[in-house]
């Protein structure tokens, strides 16, 4: 069975240049996450969608953050303008529901210069 | 955010040796969950942990979820080279509100 897969796995970008992250979940997950995992820390939820509903995005920035999960399967993640701080792993994760096992892809590594 | 406290932050330790590392949280939590990160990967789980007191093993490793639900320990015995790698708790509870949590990660070196 596929795990998450993500991509781009890595992208360097100038700041104030945009980037977008796409992600496709387990299949049979109806649960999506995102999740931001700057270096040296654990990662730290951004949203959790419920199929195509985003039912927790209170740690999202949504000044220039965005996400969305228009059929309830895959998600993109985009941050328009890139800032030197949002240099991090952005890590997506599924699960069969909340509450349940949370298991994550290899993660899209951002570099803003 | 809310993070758990994780100790040790790191260690080194001898081919061969026992490893001991733990989570401890002010919250009550009803799941437990032992993640692994290598280098330049996303997080893989290990043990999950659903029941107060439960101890689990996978392998060379053995987790328990403690009594009082706000802490957890993770063993792994004879550590090998490939053991390396960043070991992450998080915690997880019944409200559909309440994200998963995660400690700031025990960082591991094995010398061969």
Redesign the interface.
């Known amino acids: 069975e596929a795990g998450?897969v993500?991509s781009p796995r890595y992208k360097i970008i100038e700041k104030k240049q945009p980037v977008a992250f796409w992600c496709n979940p387990i299949s049979g997950h109806n649960t999506l996450?995102w999740y931001r995992q700057n270096l040296?820390?654990?990662?730290?939820?951004l949203i959790?969608y419920e199929n195509e509903e985003a039912?927790?995005d209170s740690?999202l920035p949504k000044d220039r953050f965005s996400a969305e999960r228009l059929k309830g399967v895959d998600s993109t993640l985009k941050i328009q303008p890139a800032e030197l701080g949002d240099s991090a792993?952005y890590?997506c994760?599924s699960s069969e529901g909340?509450?349940n096992?949370?298991?994550?892809?290899?993660?899209s590594?951002l570099t803003v210069v | 955010g809310q993070q758990l406290n994780q100790s040790p932050q790191s260690m080194f330790i001898q081919e061969g040796e026992d490893v001991s590392m733990n989570c401890t949280s002010s919250s009550i939590f009803n799941t437990w969950l032992w993640y692994k990160q290598d280098p330049g990967e996303g997080p893989v789980l290990l043990i999950a942990l659903y029941k107060a007191g439960e101890l689990t093993s996978n392998g060379r490793l053995t987790a328990q979820f403690g009594i009082t639900r706000k802490d957890s320990f993770l063993n792994i015995s004879a550590s090998i080279p490939s053991d390396v790698g960043i070991y992450f708790c998080a915690g997880l509870s019944n409200s559909e509100n309440t994200p998963l949590v995660f400690g700031k990660g025990t960082r591991l070196s094995v010398i061969a």
């Not at chain 1, 040296?40 to 939820?45: N, R, Y």
């Not at chain 1, 096992?101 to 993660?107: A, C, K």
């Open positions: 998450v993500q996450y040296g820390q654990g990662p730290e939820l959790r039912v927790d740690q792993v890590l994760a909340s509450g096992t949370i298991y994550f892809g290899e993660g590594w």
